[in-house]
């Protein structure tokens, strides 16, 4: 699965923080911006990964899933 998210940066003192605007819980931080955005693309797999699984114990066997586009603009 390939998606497109938007990603924000913020210099705060020595340190970056670094978020995914439409993905509640995907945020990290770096002394640098570079190891900043590593960070934060290691955090946006392993949050849709959990999600993923979450949903996947939650509803069994018995669960649709198809790929969903949006024009977001």
Not at 1 to 8: I, K, L, Y
């Given at each position: 699965?390939?998606?497109?998210?938007?990603?924000?940066y913020i210099k705060r003192g020595r340190w970056y923080?670094?978020?995914v605007e439409e993905i509640p819980g995907?945020?990290?931080?770096?002394r640098t911006l570079s190891e900043?955005?590593?960070?934060l693309k290691e955090a946006l797999e392993l949050v849709l990964e959990s999600n993923r699984a979450l949903?996947?114990?939650?509803?069994?066997?018995?669960?649709?899933?198809?790929?969903i586009n949006i024009a977001v603009g």
């Open positions: 699965m390939v998606g497109q998210f938007t990603a924000v923080i670094g978020y995907a945020n990290t931080q770096g900043t955005k590593r960070n949903a996947h114990k939650a509803h069994g066997p018995h669960v649709i899933e198809e790929p």
